[in-house]
């Protein structure tokens, strides 16, 4: 079935560090993928997205390029800052028969980000 | 536009009790979703209803569970003989058809003792 597997965390950096959060996807047909974010205390919050292959999603200064070749979507940010630690999920939404629109997300990966 | 609430935000039960929880989507948005988070782990998905219908429901929804969605606005996910193992938080999302981003909102945690 289909599924998204993230790497483990914690992943603990310190200020201005380059963070790199991989997520690679297993599905049937071209997928959404997406990147979604929890702050301690508050509801899953749409990062960024991308709908097909070479595609790049960025917002607020985090990028993710859907590569099909290699099935993945790994998340990038150049300098990370204390307010990024969050719990960050990698999903897909596949776009079968039934056309549900649910999405299938990872584990989560932890960011802890030290000034 | 207030988002998507759930209330309540925590529940305590004991095992065995029934428990019910409500989602109020975005008012415009005929899709909802209702998700389910163990400690560690992504949401898992549950159901969906387009307007008031339940069109799915995951093979982890048990007989215990039972979701409605009158009117198609707000939904209700009852759960019947609480088990411990059904301690979670429970997440819900509503969407618009097209362009079809999901809104969740904070949450439901469940605690069975």
């Known amino acids: 079935g289909d599924s998204v597997t993230q790497m483990e965390g914690p992943v603990t950096l310190s200020e201005e560090a380059f963070l790199t959060i991989n997520c690679t996807y297993t599905?049937?047909?071209?997928?959404?993928l997406f990147w979604y974010v929890q702050y301690p205390g508050e509801g899953l919050q749409l990062l960024l997205k991308?709908?097909?292959?070479?595609d790049k999603g960025s917002n607020k200064g985090f990028e993710a390029t859907y590569r099909k070749e290699t099935t993945s979507f790994h998340l990038e940010k150049g300098s990370v800052q204390v307010s990024d630690s969050a719990v960050y999920f990698c999903a897909l939404r596949t776009h079968g028969s039934s056309n549900t629109g649910k999405l299938i997300f990872g584990q989560g990966t932890t960011l802890q980000v030290k000034p | 536009d207030t988002g998507v609430s759930q209330d309540p935000r925590h529940k305590i039960t004991k095992r065995g009790q029934n428990v019910t929880f409500r989602c109020d989507p975005i008012s415009e948005h005929n899709r909802l979703y209702w998700y389910r988070q163990t400690l560690g782990q992504g949401p898992e998905f549950l159901t969906y209803f387009q307007n008031e219908a339940q069109l799915e429901k995951s093979r982890l929804l048990s007989d215990r569970f039972s979701a409605e969605r009158p009117k198609g606005s707000f939904s209700t996910l009852e759960i019947q003989r609480t088990e411990q193992g059904d301690s979670a938080m429970y997440l819900c999302?509503?969407?618009?058809?097209?362009?079809?981003?999901?809104?969740f909102g904070p949450g439901t945690r469940l605690t069975v003792t």
């Open positions: 991308a709908t097909k292959a070479d």
């Open positions: 999302a509503s969407s618009l058809a097209t362009p079809g981003e999901q809104y």
């Open positions: 599905a049937t047909g071209y997928p959404s």
